[in-house]
């Protein structure tokens, strides 16, 4: 026969299960309000001069530069806490990191399921058929969303320039990171951000949400590394905005850190 107090017991035992199942979900990157400082660009590049003398047949050799009008770049340094909270953010503990390891993302959409992450294919089918089932804990390529062909349409980058897409992600070598507890190990293109150490970058990747169809502009944490313009900095990015002919319009981008 089974007493009152077994039916207490497992009552108690339900109860505690239902309370301690909401909380038993992965980690995803959270929203954050970035505070932004000065924006710069490179000086116009003043002429040279050449003598010009009527018979004569003179080679020049010329090198020029050309600012990009594909990417926006962005670098600093991240704080953060880890924190143990409840759904009201009403806060346990803390642990205050000054140099904490982790990534920035930027993207276009203010939503994203973090659960679905991918690696940007710059070759995928361009479909949006369904995907294959994701395997616990380990971050795959997408394979029939955006391409590479298709996101230059998105921001007018024509098939000749030297600073598309495909000619900035052109490496798969980058750190293991974890996003949303998948993990992702040299699979994604990679970005390497010129540093003004000799041999030291900053990696960025692509990655890429399939329900929202979003592309994700990923920056790996560093700690307190010499940046391109000789400062400290945990992070630099580049995102892209199309800057080509008659358009002066910006693009917004949405921000999110996933600390560890």
């Not at 979900?25 to 970035?34: C, R, Y």
């Not at 991240?78 to 990534?103: E, F, H």
């Not at 030297?162 to 040299?186: M, P, R």
Request: glycine share 6%.
């Amino acid at each position: 026969m089974i007493k009152n107090s077994d039916f207490f017991v497992w009552g108690l035992f339900l109860s505690l299960l239902i309370l301690l199942v909401p909380y038993v979900i992965a980690s995803i990157p959270q929203g954050v309000d970035p505070e932004e400082g000065n924006s710069t660009r490179p000086p116009i590049q003043d002429p040279q001069s050449v003598e010009a003398q009527a018979g004569n047949v003179t080679e020049l050799n010329i090198n020029g530069f050309a600012t990009t009008k594909t990417w926006q770049g962005y670098f600093g340094n991240v704080s953060g806490t880890i924190r143990l909270a409840d759904a009201s953010s009403n806060i346990m503990y803390n642990w205050t990191q000054a140099n904490p390891r982790g990534q920035v993302y930027a993207t276009t959409n203010d939503t994203i399921l973090w659960e679905n992450i991918q690696c940007f294919n710059l070759t995928a089918s361009g479909t949006f058929g369904a995907e294959p089932p994701q395997e616990p804990g380990v971050g795959k390529v997408n394979l029939n969303g955006l391409n590479y062909t298709q996101l230059h349409d998105m921001f007018n980058i024509p098939a000749y320039a030297a600073d598309g897409v495909n000619n900035t992600f052109i490496s798969e070598d980058h750190d293991v990171f974890y996003t949303a507890s998948l993990q992702f190990n040299s699979i994604c293109p990679t970005a390497k951000l010129f540093t003004s150490v000799p041999g030291e970058v900053f990696q960025n990747v692509l990655l890429y949400e399939p329900i929202s169809r979003s592309v994700i502009f990923t920056a790996l944490l560093e700690v307190q590394k010499l940046g391109f313009d000789n400062r400290s900095h945990d992070f630099q990015m580049i995102v892209l905005d199309d800057g080509r002919e008659v358009d002066i319009d910006t693009t917004t981008y949405y921000f999110f850190v996933e600390i560890e």
